[in-house]
């Protein structure tokens, strides 16, 4: 699954196992994901949560379902500037059009962010990158 | 103000004037934001309204106080492929320890996420990237 | 449209025309509405919202579709003691299985809450009440 | 702690010890806790998990502290329309002036209500129900 914004953010994925509805990933801190504060900016903190999400309730599709993020809400419990930050996720509620997942960021033991979100499921994939009539129906239209 | 973070997803502020509580972002698509469905990743949407919403409230500190985020909710409306991607805000409330903000995202005329959050007000500038003792409080526990 | 919970809260509904996607209620505030602090209890301004942005996407829909709320996120912006609490409520996007609906409620001049929803649109009705097939996915399972 | 409106609603609190954070509620099905779906309005259900977040909190304030709620997101899992609905909640992170709670709603073994919200925690206590001067500032502004 290539994820171009995953890799400009910098984070690794790890899939659980088809069906399983699970998946992690960490990112290391480094100077560029850094706010004017000096701490890791929540967008990449929202990044790495939702990709997770995503990629956690992927595992629980058939073939050829898809799904999309509909709305996430995170929380921003303390900030970060240095070491690992791992994320988990855990899907909350798994029906046929519509699932719920959580996800908990930490940095060793500490949490450090908490995430809520929906996401829809879709019988068919969307149209190709660029495509005009699919695009329109792909988040929340369709 | 340095933003590492803002560099490196792609996107410029456009701050309002002292006191105006005003700010929008403009950030042109382009391959490296995409996720694995060929559209623009919800991180790159939410990373853009939460620097947003940051710097609209920023414009309304006094010398000295700052702030943070405490929870952003985004809903992605429409999926992005292409284009020039803008986002405004607004402050719904400013207290004196806590604000609301809201967020519009769209390209052209097409509104493509919005985003309703939390921001805490502190009457003094965190302590410096990697230090201990002000890192601990300076999200929620301060 | 029979709806007991409404009149024990106590607001009452003006539903807009048949396509609309509008509606707006109003409640007076009397002591039984009231939390431990001496004012309105969240979960009636929560309620009023949620009920307004339901009866808002109501009048778009189809014959025979419903709907229910899939998720509500509300901020409280001021404390309410007394007066005449009213809320509106507009269609953010409406797609054809989901939408996102913001609500604003005021005291006079002075915004106290605001809500942004999703709501998700089934093409048929659910089951009577009690019943055991069709309740189990009419919220988010169908 | 005398709360009217959760005497409306018709919810029980059972306290957890002086310190702990945690708090439970029970709140048995009738027919005036219907929506026009016959099932239980997502109103009742917010109001007591509002409550019940406040009140966990609320065992871990200082003599003189007060707390009121910042916003809440709240996602309905599962339709309800009879038994007996249990909330119980979890501080997630506890700051000196900011705290995240969850709670999760259930009927016998199945989850159907999954909140996750923001409280403020105040030096002083508000003035009197319909008071002027504190009003302003109780929520959000102080």
Redo the contacts between chains.
């Keep these: 699954?290539?994820?171009?914004?995953?890799?400009?953010?910098g984070f690794t994925l790890r899939l659980g196992r088809r069906g399983s509805g699970s998946c992690s990933a960490a990112l290391e801190v480094r100077?560029?994901?850094?706010?004017?504060?000096?701490?890791?900016?929540?967008?990449?903190l929202?990044?790495?949560a939702?990709?997770v999400m995503?990629a956690a309730l992927h595992t629980t599709l058939e073939p050829g379902e898809?799904c999309?993020?509909?709305?996430?809400?995170?929380?921003?419990?303390?900030?970060v500037?240095?070491g690992r930050i791992r994320c988990s996720t855990r899907v909350?509620?798994?029906?046929?059009?519509?699932?719920?997942l959580?996800s908990h960021l930490s940095v060793g033991r500490k949490?450090v962010a908490?995430a809520?979100g929906?996401f829809?499921i879709f019988a068919s994939r969307?149209a190709?990158?660029?495509?005009t009539a699919g695009?329109?129906?792909?988040?929340?239209?369709?």
Tied chains: 1, 2, 3, 4.
């Design positions: 699954m290539n994820n171009p914004y995953a890799d400009l953010v100077p560029e994901l850094l706010n004017p504060n000096g701490v890791v900016h929540g967008g990449a929202f990044s790495m939702d990709t995503g898809f999309a993020t509909v709305e996430i809400k995170m929380h921003f419990l303390q900030p500037s240095k909350v509620q798994r029906g046929r059009r519509l699932a719920v959580e949490q908490q809520l929906t829809a969307p190709a990158p660029g495509g695009a329109k129906s792909r988040r929340l239209s369709k």
